[in-house]
């Protein structure tokens, strides 16, 4: 059962680096949660920083034994994750979208940040970090577009209740990834992808164009048409312009 075992920390650099270094030392247990109220190096995607004001968010990290998932599958991780997210966030009635490939959206704010770290042993996955970010009671972002539970709400939402939710929610869609139900979970991924089968505006080396997301390959490629010809697209290969 994931979360069966939580650690709650005051401050830390970063659960993710929190999650890896029990890893490195073999002592951690598939679904162990760490959960701090402030991180001083908190990590994004591609490098980035992650702001969070002390004890207003939920910073979360859970620690998966993937080993019996291939490299290829990897991209089941992430929906797993996005969905998740997407589907605690219904229990205060917010309507969330995934943003490939797994930043979390409402009506075109970010609301949520995942950041993924697998360890690689040859073909298969040998554990996985699963690294959320979700702004809950934050208010002030200064220049970020994004928004928060209680921006929505217009309430305070107790972080504990998040974390409850989040993991009832973790626990059920991986029951699908564990019964090898991709197919089934890659099909509730797509139903929260934003701007699938809707023309938007990318960029990608060519520069900018008009084009139409219409799935995910396998290994989670972004599929476009771009002037009538498919395309698919690794994460640095394409970007979203604003619309
Ligand atoms: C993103 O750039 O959107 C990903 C943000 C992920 C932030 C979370 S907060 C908990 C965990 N610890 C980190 O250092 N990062 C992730």
Known sequence: ??????????RVDSTNNY???????????????????EQTQGKGQRGAQWLSKAGENLIFSIYLD???????????????????????LKKWNIDADVKWPNDIYVSGRKIAGILIENQVK????????????LNVNQTEFGELVTTSVKLEKGMFISIQEVVFSLLEE???TWELLENGQLEQLNNRYLEKLWLLNQPALFKDSQGEFTGIITG?????????????????????EISFVKN
Do not use: C
């Open 1 to 10: 059962m994931l979360g069966r075992k939580i650690l709650q920390i005051e």
């Open 19 to 37: 999650v890896a270094n029990l890893m490195n030392v073999g002592k951690i247990e598939h679904g162990t949660v760490i959960l701090a109220e």
């Open 66 to 88: 993937t080993a019996n998932l291939s490299v290829r599958e990897q991209f089941s991780i992430t929906q797993f994750s996005s969905l998740s997210v997407v589907n605690t």
């Open 122 to 133: 040859g073909e298969r996955l040998n554990g996985t970090i699963v690294g959320i970010g």
């Open 170 to 172: 973790l626990n059920s």
């Open 216 to 236: 995910i390959t396998e290994n989670g490629f972004l599929q476009v048409i771009r002037n009538g010809v498919p395309k698919t697209y690794d994460l640095k």
